[in-house]
């Protein structure tokens, strides 16, 4: 299977995703004192993944 460009913005988003939610949760479960900072990383990846995600079929 040849990726095109719809392929890797799908794959991009859902890795941005992932890994959003992944420090999301690493901040407020494992790291209570830096969680602020965790969760607004976590935001900007979830939301460039949302932007991505977006972009599919229009790029």
């Given at each position: 299977?040849?990726?095109?460009?719809?392929?890797?913005?799908?794959?991009?988003?859902?890795i941005?995703?992932?890994?959003?939610?992944?420090?999301?949760?690493?901040?407020?479960l494992?790291?209570?004192?830096?969680?602020?900072?965790?969760?607004?990383?976590?935001?900007?990846?979830?939301?460039?993944?949302?932007?991505?995600?977006?972009?599919?079929?229009?790029?």
């Amino acid at each position: 299977m040849a990726l095109n460009k719809n392929g890797i913005f799908g794959i991009a988003s859902f890795i941005l995703t992932i890994l959003g939610i992944a420090l999301v949760l690493l901040g407020v479960l494992k790291y209570t004192e830096y969680a602020i900072g965790f969760s607004v990383a976590g935001v900007g990846f979830i939301s460039i993944g949302w932007a991505f995600n977006a972009l599919k079929g229009r790029v």
